[in-house]
């Protein structure tokens, strides 16, 4: 088993930044893809960025191109997104999801169902 948890959402002005962080508690978070999704009220979950298990390969949403950045630290078993020039619209619950995927260390997990494990997620809010 291995447990997410989400620190760093809140409530920040359109323009701003955050940095989202999630530890977990793999013994061998190394060979755990990871990502991240958001769900607003209403709406589907949402993939957000995702990153391979020895962080070289990296993944977007095109709704986040160019603003958000997902990286990962192994020694500190974190996974980390920054969001830069917040919008409205990126008002939600940003959840952490992990997948083991032993020695294919640069894949790219894609999709919400194929993550295993999920945080309990933190929530951003934008405002105008």
């Known amino acids: 088993q291995v447990q997410l948890v989400e620190s760093g959402g809140g409530l920040v002005q359109a323009g701003g930044s955050l940095r989202l962080s999630c530890a977990a508690s793999?013994?061998?978070?190394?060979?755990?893809?990871m990502a991240w999704f958001r769900q607003a009220p209403g709406k589907e979950c949402e993939f957000v960025a995702a990153i391979s298990a020895n962080g070289a390969s990296t993944d977007y949403a095109n709704s986040v191109k160019g603003r958000f950045t997902i990286s990962r630290d192994n020694a500190k078993n974190t996974v980390y997104v920054q969001m830069n020039s917040l919008k409205l619209e990126d008002t939600a619950v940003y959840y952490c999801a992990a997948e083991f995927v032993g020695i294919f260390y640069g894949r790219i997990v894609s999709g919400a169902a194929a993550y295993d494990y999920w945080g309990q997620g933190t929530q951003v809010t934008v405002s105008s």
């Open positions: 793999a013994r061998t978070f190394s060979r755990y893809a």
